[in-house]
Nanobody, 109 residues
């Protein structure tokens, strides 16, 4: 069973930054972050392959950066210039199959 363990998240004021990390129990690709706000569907935030190819939702381009350390099976989402609309539970996903437990990100105005 593949495990994805997330860390980071929390409460920050608008314009601030947060960093999310996700460690996988094995090497998997791609890995990425999704988020789900109350009353809304889960949506893609960013993904990254083992080779470093990335995709981003239009809403986060230029503000969020996804990176990975293949030696540690870990990905990091650096979130800058956060907005209240970024408030959601953020989930790590691996290989389009596995989900982390989720971590809350709250951005206050």
């Amino acid at each position: 069973q593949v495990q994805l363990v997330e860390s980071g998240g929390g409460l920050v004021q608008a314009g601030g930054s947060l960093r999310l990390s996700c460690a996988a129990s094995i090497s998997i690709s791609p890995m990425g972050w999704y988020r789900q706000a109350p009353g809304k569907q889960r949506e893609l935030v960013a993904t990254i392959t083992a080779g470093g190819s990335t995709t981003y939702a239009d809403s986060v381009k230029g503000r969020f950066t996804i990176s990975r350390d293949n030696t540690k099976n870990t990905i990091v989402l650096q979130m800058n210039s956060l907005k209240p609309e970024d408030t959601a539970v953020y989930y790590c996903r691996g290989a389009y199959l596995y989900w982390g437990q989720g971590t809350q990100v709250t951005v206050s105005s």
